[in-house]
């Protein structure tokens, strides 16, 4: 195969894509700072209590890997179908088998009175 | 520097107590001499074995062929044909070592003959093998050479990477047969649970064979599901829709995407021991903050989907063999299909009911042992399948036939102990009893292995080129049969009657009778594995009377019965349409299954690497170093396995072309084959007539 | 290619011979499939991580141990290196100047080194500090779950330099550009599981 086929053929179209992808990384970095900044400033200069924190920083992260995927591995509903799919299946496989072992490791750590918290 | 010192760092941890006679010619009581000989022979069995290969190869001067045609293959065909050898060698010790069990137990009375730390190493050894280097070995040697025919691909998508795999499971498979040499295997079953396997309490290397024999394998396994899920979603010829792959290729990829999801766990469990092994982490130890039971968490949620693992392409094989030899389409194809699904992703949900009485909470009981039971739900819906096929079908009684239907009855009992034992209540009676062995062996026998040799009956010809002997064939299904259920139901009993599993001598004489039974069963399974072998040698010596050069000895309905057998190396000359289910009946049907093509075109396949027997033998020379602590070996392998992996990124010439013409003529000899062929009948299909082509004006033939 | 058709995901090959795209098409997808295999390895250990917190033993916890500026400075440095492949993917993708591309990537080796580096620093710290994997559950549960990232990250390093080499010596030819797109799907990953960490490991166990 030829790697000249490789070259982008329609300038305008190729250079207004080009625009595109790259601000699309520049919102991408500029999000992932913000959900980065916010969670470090509140462990670091907040007094919330500490369920509220775990609260909010797991939800910016949750966000912020989200983030991520759209903006740095362009995983979004336009393409095809099966890599989505690919990605949501693991992701349900990792509640079941994270979920299920902190279900199971907690109580029988409850069970067995010890410390849940250092 | 002391010699002592010197010596360690060459040899690491190796001494002469590390040599299975050592003990006995140094210290001959009578225990010794049982227990050393029999280790003995056996290490002399493996070494022999290995000078017997090795001297013959040399003598036949056939080294060269065997690194080029073989090891270094990128062909999924003879890969799969690779996998499946290990698969029966491993078998083959693994079931000697399961007699040599049933012998010790039925003459465990008054302690029996062997010691309790040798027995521990054969109950070890046995599940080690039979699930890692038996079963999973055998199924993915079995998928690999089927389905890329079926699906109608040249090959799978990453041809060097399931050469590695290969030889990665191979290296684990010699790593576990030099355990019999050199040192001893670990005494902590095939699940090794902590703190027993912690260096603690177990300092020498058996746990650490465990350890790297696992890894290599699961590693091994991992890259071969990633490799076969990308095939199947990415390399189907043109027009077949995931609804129109044959039911084995459905089995296959659901059981690649376990494999790819399933094996971390795994491979997290196996590595954190291995930390707490060699450098005083503390996971799982007593003290300091350990915890043991978090392996047995992570342990089990690789070892149950890994048992579905090993179920689901038999379950696909089974599929394939009932449709085919009842001549009839696959009854309920959807609801199968939905079926495995909603096994594959049930079994991701139900681990905890390998540890019931951990000490969890009830609630968490009562989740995980409702959702065991419902996998019997699909299951049921299979099973009731499998009997509509045959229902109004013209089933042949073969080999295979024997083995599917003695799965159905057998696993169906099997399946309901398991519901038994899904109820926390109960399991708590029977936990750790010969009732639990006698449950997985009866869904693993009749399920796994029975469907194993079913398909290996069913493709042999396809591989080889000529049918296996029906008649020892069918005595081997009959021994098998009568012999798991000789040797397995008498433990329900026992295990009933308050037997633990892996007890190596008891005290109550009322186990005798049943477990002499067990022991007569264990014997007449090793006559089934002999008549498996002696049909090998009797079909080999009549192979040109057995000939099926056309390919489709069965009237099969797949792709893979559309090509010669054996298979050319490019499998198709031309990638086919697809526009069914049963691709190849309907083309039968429709008098287009052996019309040559419009066009030939040039095909491009991958040329031989050696990157697979290369990473293999490192792989082996690290986790040998590792297990005997010879350092030096494992600094070096691995930097060979680094500079290997880099020089193959620089590799860029990796395809090799066949011609059009080179097809042409190769594809024309075998469609003068065909024309030559008689079509036979399915009375006819075990006679030497049978030469692969399938008369389809007969009643029903295509239906 | 008038509208963005994404054919995997990632960053695409720009206009391509249909058949570089099936073969990219297999080989992204496949590595995909292995990035998500590698994420339930992380997955366990993080769960592994959970459930060991409280098995501190006696030994140093979270708060004695970690330290907060060091962990922002990694993460940044992290984001950057993920923002640099991310132009390096372009500079491939709209064939810019094979120098470009380069620069790019030798920036994000870079910026990983940095990462690499402070993070053996806090590791050596946490050492001196009495926080050895040996001293507890909960220490071996970390020792396990940070360094096999970085593990990750220092493969990733090593995958790079190679591929600089490969650019060197056969310029960008389809096998250099698909292992590029599979680098920058390993990369922008690690930086994903890093979210995972700063979030349970360091934030949760100072907060």
Known sequence: ?118 | MSTASIVYDIIGRFTMHSLPFYDMVQNPTKENLINGSIAGFAACVAVGGLVIVVAGITYLKKWRWLWSEWLTSTDHKKIGIMYVVIAFVMMGRAIIEAILMRAQQAWGLDGGFLSPNHFGQLFSTHGTIMIFFMAMPFLIGVINYVMPLQIGARDVSFPVLNSISLMLTAAGAILIMASLVFGQFSTGGWFGYPPYTEAHFLPGVGPDYWIWALSLSGLGSTLTGINFAVTIFKERAPGMKLFYMPLFTWAALCTSIMMIFAMPPLTVATAQLALDRYLGFHYFTNELGGDMMHFVNLFWIFGHPEVYILIIPAFGIYSEVFSTYSGKALFGYASMVLAIMCIAILSFTVWVHHFFTMGQGPSINAVYGIASMLIGIPTGVKIYDWMWTMFRGRVRITAPMIYAIGFIVLFVLGGMSGIVLANPSVDFQVHNTDFLVAHFHNVIIPGVLFGLIAGYHFWFPKVFGYRLDERWGIFAACCWTLGFMLAFFPLYALGIMGLPRRTVAYAQPAYVPLEMAAFGGALLIGVALLSLLIQLVVSYLHRDENRVPVGDPWDGRSLEWACAAPPPEYNFPVIPMVSDRDAFTAAKAFGTAYLPPAEYVDITLPKNAAMGPVIGALGFAIAFGLVWHIWWLVCLATLGAFATMIVRGFARDTTKTIPAAEVEAEYEQWLEVVRAATPVTRADETRPVNQGLADQTALGAAS | MSQEVFHYPGLNLGKAHPRTHAIAQTTIFGFWVFLMSDAILFGLVFSSYVTSVHATAGAPGPKQLFDITSVFAETLLLLASSFTFGMASLSMKYSHSKRRLVGWLVLTLVLGAGFLGLETHDFLTMVAKGGAPEHSGFLSAFWDLVPLHGLHVTGGSIWLICLLGQIKRYGLDTRTKLDIMRLALFWHFLDIVWIAIFTVVYLAGLA
Not at chain 1, 5 to 17: C, K, S, V, Y
Not at chain 1, 45 to 53: D, L
Not at chain 1, 78 to 86: A, G, S
Not at chain 1, 91 to 107: D, E, F, Q, R
């Open chain 1, 1 to 118: 195969m030829s790697e000249r086929t490789d070259q982008i053929g329609d300038r305008p179209a190729g250079l207004e894509l080009q625009r595109r992808e790259f601000y699309s990384y520049v919102s991408g970095v500029v999000l992932a700072l913000i959900l980065t900044l916010v969670p470090f400033g509140l462990v670091h200069f907040g007094h919330a209590p500490v369920t509220t924190v775990y609260w909010v920083i797991g939800c910016l992260a949750f966000v912020q890997m989200i983030v991520h995927f759209r903006f740095f591995l362009h995983i979004g509903f336009r393409q095809k179908r099966e890599d989505l799919q690919l990605i949501l299946f693991s992701a349900v496989l990792l509640i079941i088998m994270i979920g299920g072992t902190v279900w199971i490791m907690g109580s029988l750590a409850g069970r067995m009175m010890l410390p849940l918290q250092p």
